[in-house]
């Protein structure tokens, strides 16, 4: 099976602008799930989706940070406009349960 | 979400098993215990997951005390490529929808 497709793989902006990522989760995965990791951290949840529903977006600074998630399917979430302290690892992942999450390889994003 | 205890560090020889342990004290009835690894540069990876009972799987083992108070991930032979950091996440039943809150981890180095 396909896994968990993210992009772009690499990105750096400078402070102020803007940057979206983009995730493809695995076919028939109702949960969509973006964490943030910061270097030497573990990942930190932002944001979850049931199909095309947000669940729990406590955690997602959303004066700045956005997501959506297009018919239930792809995703992208965005940064405007982005602070040195967003320099992370954004991961995506998608699950039909709690268990057997699979993660993408992540967009290492850098503010400058 | 019950919260988890794990070394930060630990090194393991190569063809040894290693043996990971990890507190979460505080674990409800109805809560699970996860174990994700995350090798460099890579998203986090699902090894195995236990409610009461033992599990094993082709990765590893998960011993569970009876009061579940705490558990061991066991890799039977580890090899190089198991050099990683490793999740230890007590969160919801395996059929419901709940996020997994990600901690620290355990950075097992396994050397030659």
């Known amino acids: 099976e396909a896994g968990v497709a993210q992009s772009p793989r690499y990105k750096i902006i400078e402070k102020r602008q803007s940057v979206a990522f983009w995730c493809n989760p695995i076919?028939?995965?109702?949960?969509l799930y973006w964490y943030q990791q910061i270097l030497g951290q573990g990942p930190k949840l932002l944001i979850q989706f049931q199909n095309n529903g947000v669940v729990d977006d406590s955690q997602l600074p959303k004066d700045r940070f956005s997501a959506e998630r297009l018919k239930g399917v792809d995703s992208t979430l965005k940064i405007q406009p982005a602070k040195l302290e967003d320099s992370a690892v954004y991961l995506c992942a998608s699950s039909p349960y709690n268990y057997g999450y699979t993660f993408g390889s992540g967009t290492r994003l850098t503010v400058v | 979400d019950a919260k988890t205890t794990q070394p930060p560090s630990m090194d393991c020889a190569e063809g040894r098993a290693a043996n990971l342990p990890c507190n979460h004290s505080?674990?409800?009835?109805?809560?699970?215990v996860y174990w994700y690894r995350q090798i460099h540069s890579q998203g986090p990876q699902y090894i195995i997951h236990?409610?009461?009972n033992n599990e094993t799987n082709e990765m590893a083992s998960l011993i569970i005390t009876e009061d579940r108070k705490s558990s061991t991930l066991i890799l039977p032979h580890a090899t190089l490529r198991d050099t990683a950091v490793y999740y230890c996440i007590v969160g919801a039943g395996g059929t419901s929808y709940g996020k997994l809150t990600f901690g620290q981890g355990t950075i097992l180095t396994v050397h030659p």
């Open positions: 505080t674990i409800s009835g109805n809560e699970y």
């Open positions: 236990g409610l009461k």
């Open positions: 076919s028939g995965h109702a949960t």
